[in-house]
């Protein structure tokens, strides 16, 4: 059977797939039952508004309305701000070091409460998890981490968590509002105006 929306759901299926997801691990992060994912992406159901919203947020994807006449616009900035800094870094071996380090502050939650430089930590984590690191950039990443991991039980956690909080908020800063390499082209929104 053939549904309106099965282009989209094709796309979210390649980017899923591109990201090294499973549907057991998309299942997870919506949800939805890993059967019910193998059906909407099979074609065999057409997924409700709520439930492809779940899925594509689950794979770092956000549905926007765009007047038509501005898709073209909309397309070339995607295209120009896409780079390899962007994809999913699901699937790495890093990725298990990051879901471990998430685990650990939402344990120090329960454990302590939360707190703004925990929560800080968590949304790093999830950035950074997100996006592929340099050498460099992992290898400070990796050493926030193991100080976590170190001070997690101390009752003289609370000035290093802040220290950590600040560093991983630079660290996703520094990747975030990088420079970019090659100048940003300039679009117009105004199909009239050629010069932009």
Known sequence: MSYKGDGL??????VR?????????????TGLTQSHISQIESGKMEPGLSSFIDLT????????LVPRKLVPAVLGVIKAQATPDMRVHAGQPNDKRFARAERLV??????????????????MLRFLR???LSAQEMQLARELIARLERYQASEQAAPVI???????????NSI?????????????LDDGDHDA
């Open 17 to 29: 797939e591109a990201s090294g997801l499973s549907q057991r691990v998309l299942s997870a992060r």
């Open 9 to 14: 759901i094709a796309q979210a299926r390649e």
């Open 57 to 64: 947020r689950a794979l770092d994807l956000e549905l926007v």
């Open 106 to 123: 939402k344990k120090m939650k329960q454990l302590h409460g939360s707190s703004v430089d925990l929560d800080r930590i968590e949304e």
């Open 162 to 172: 802040r220290d950590i909080a600040q560093n991983l908020q630079r660290l996703r």
């Open 176 to 188: 975030a509002h990088g420079r970019p390499s090659e100048p940003r082209p300039a679009y117009s």
């Open 130 to 132: 997100r996006v592929n």
